[in-house]
């Protein structure tokens, strides 16, 4: 149980494939998992994330490909026997038994008795928070009382690295951004190597300090939050981690490239990354300055207005299509920009990136 | 639905009125009635007459005291048989049967689309001295030369074991049928082996099964009589038998109806027992 200190990453995936019959859910699928780290899986259903956790903790034979924790090779290896441990999308906890015994389960299968016992799975419910509630039934519980169970349950047994499916879909909007925040610092103070999976990209940017994008049963792109959110690699990225706009084009020499009913707009030579010929130009809403200013600009005439608290929100009529722009309502009674106003967008070649092709999701 | 509406505080006294009204008139009245007749002393040629004849119940214990036990051993062994067998089946069925769930129950249930008595009599056949079992278990030495089946306490225990079968496995498939496999992936997760896994969290959420299952097969079983009286001699005979010839062919009806109702007490204390040993949690689930 000690292997891998010799600075292997904690999870190592090489070429995995699982097929179900003819359906490839995990198609030749590479990683790496550093210890310490929290890494997300992120992807939209049927993507191949639920799959690639499931065969990490055991419960699925990929097809071919070999699964690394620390230096072993465990592809065959059964779930009871892997150092990791999973909080279940639906926490599954044991109905039957109390919240002790539930948390105790991990511990006792290895033989660990009396005061030792007590002593750990009585020091984990302090630690998510629920002191004194072992003598009750997990149906007593509330869904976050019970979420924290599930989490206590698995990080118990210290494990190498603990998988979460999902763990929060059931909690309602507010329980669950707190409880993202909690995780983040549970797993900060005990140094386990966390793999999360979700479909919520917000989630995965407050939690994760790294994310595999999954399309497909592939990695579509591997970065930190910012380097995903910045410069998005593929459309489908773009499109999948918050809003982006993006407009077709054909590069026009080694930092310029012409829209394709619109106007020549400058970008930074590193973002097309030796591109030629048709791309698409992409940037975020909040980046798009309402009126002149920056050196990339478009014309435009505003459709819609959407008050959303924090920014509003603009629909703009261009030549090259409708752009969603949010100014941020930093002060209050900003001089109103308003639908039928015409008016100048732009932006700095700086917040421009560029991908290959317009092929996002839907 | 205007007179539900304003009579709201009626309506549990409705669902619960037809029930209660059908158990009021043909078991309590009944009952009742065989409680009076269980303390009656005469014969059919004379007539009855209500003496508080306490003697009656006294009789049935001293003279029949062996098929008391008889009847509660046959149906215990029966119950056990039933659970052993059907466990592994119906565990089979609910998480392995896939799409063949409900073909598989159907043939669980098959047997009652034939009467009772007929199926008794088919085993009384396929246990008969020149049956195909009994030449079989000769030949190969389990029997011996004259060795027979029929007429014995096996072909007893095997018949009652038979006949009730399915009550045994339906509540069994329908507990394990509920549980969540995601329960067992998460005890395999937490360093359970697959034998581990059934043990702690299979076999204790199946129990409201085992219970519900044991004593639709225990209860009605220790009160049967076709079983033993097909394919058992005499000496297999069990309380039923003779509560049935009492009733039926002596017109002892105070004999008869005192024994019932020792019965119907060795039963429940049996239960009680079992209860207290399970505890009576599981009963409800």
């Known amino acids: 149980m000690t292997v891998g200190e010799n600075g292997n990453p904690d999870v190592r995936l090489v070429d995995v494939t699982k097929r179900f019959d003819d359906v490839v859910a995990v198609d030749r699928l590479s990683l790496e998992i550093e210890h310490g780290s929290f890494y997300a899986l992120l992807g939209p259903s ?243 300055a ?34 969603t722009v949010y100014r941020q309502n930093a002060s209050p009674g900003l001089n109103g920009a308003s639908p039928g106003q015409r008016l100048t967008l732009s932006w700095s070649p700086d917040s421009t990136f560029v991908v290959d092709s317009l092929e996002g999701p839907e | 639905m205007g007179f539900l509406h304003r009579h709201r505080n009626l309506t549990p006294y409705l669902l619960l009125g037809p029930g209660l009204l059908y158990l009021a008139l043909f078991f309590v009245v009944p009952l009742g009635f065989l409680a009076y007749q269980s303390l009656e002393s005469g014969n059919f040629d004379v007539g009855y007459s209500f003496t508080w004849a306490w003697g009656n119940y006294w009789d049935a214990i001293k003279n029949y005291r062996g098929h008391f036990i008889r009847s509660l051993e046959y149906a215990g062994i029966a119950t056990i048989l039933a659970l052993v067998f059907s466990y592994p089946l119906a565990y089979w069925i609910a998480f392995r049967g896939g799409r063949w769930k409900n073909l598989l129950l159907l043939f669980i249930v098959a047997p009652f689309f034939v009467t009772y008595l007929i199926r008794t009599l088919a085993w009384e056949t396929i246990l008969a001295d020149q049956g195909p079992v009994v030449s079989v278990l000769r030949d190969v030495g389990i029997l011996g030369h004259d060795g027979r089946l029929l007429a014995t306490s096996t072909a007893v225990v095997a018949g009652i074991t038979y006949n009730f079968f399915p009550f045994m496995a339906l509540p069994l498939y329908v507990s394990l049928e509920q549980i969540d496999g995601r329960l067992i992936e998460a005890a395999q997760d937490l ?72 019965l119907m007490a060795a039963i429940l204390i049996m239960v009680a027992l079992y209860a207290r040993a399970v505890g009576t949690e599981k009963l409800t689930g």
């Not at chain 1, 998005?232 to 026009?252: D, E, M, W």
């Not at chain 2, 299979?202 to 079983?227: C, E, K, Q, R, Y």
């Open chain 1, 46 to 288: 049927g993507c191949g994330k639920t799959t690639t956790l499931r065969m990490i903790g055991g419960f699925e034979q990929p097809t071919e490909g070999e699964i690394y924790l620390g230096d072993a090779e465990v592809s065959s290896l059964p779930a009871y026997k892997r150092d990791v441990n999973t909080v279940f999308q639906s926490y599954a906890l044991f109905p039957h038994l109390s919240i002790f015994e539930n948390v105790a389960f991990g511990l006792r299968r290895r033989s660990i008795r009396g005061q030792t016992l007590t002593g750990q799975v009585n020091e984990i419910l302090r630690l998510v928070g629920l002191e004194g509630m072992g003598k009750r039934k997990p149906s007593q519980l509330s869904g976050g009382q019970q979420q924290r169970v599930a989490l206590a349950r698995a990080l118990v047994n210290k494990p190498r690295v603990l998988l979460l499916d999902e763990p929060l879909g059931a909690l309602d909007l507010k329980l669950r951004k707190q409880m993202q925040l909690e995780l983040k610092g549970i797993q900060h103070d005990i140094d386990i190597t966390f793999v999360h999976v979700t479909h919520d990209q917000e989630e995965a940017m407050t939690m994760a300090d790294k994310i595999a994008v999954m399309n497909h049963g592939r990695i579509e792109q591997l970065g930190t939050p910012t380097e995903l959110y910045e410069t998005p690699a593929t459309a489908f990225v773009a499109g999948f981690l918050g809003v982006s706009n993006l407009i077709p084009g054909t590069v026009s020499s080694s930092d310029t490239v012409q829209l394709r009913r619109g106007p020549e707009v400058r970008v930074r030579p590193e973002a097309l990354q030796g591109r030629t010929g048709e791309v698409a130009v992409g940037i975020r809403p909040e980046k798009i």
């Open chain 1, 290 to 323: 309402l009126g002149e200013g920056q050196s990339n600009t478009l014309d435009g005439t505003i459709v819609e207005e959407a008050y959303v608290g924090v920014a509003t929100q603009y629909i703009v009529e261009t030549a090259c299509g409708r752009l």
């Open chain 2, 191 to 262: 360093y359970a082996s697959k034998w581990k896994a059934f043990l702690r969290i299979t076999l204790p959420l199946s129990l409201p099964g085992v219970v519900a299952g044991t004593l639709l097969t225990f209860i009605p079983a220790a009160g049967d009589f076709i079983n033993a009286q097909l394919l058992g001699a005499p000496k297999n005979h069990m309380i039923g038998n003779v509560i049935q010839s009492k009733f039926l062919e002596l017109t002892d009806y105070p004999a008869a109806a005192s024994m019932s109702f020792v």
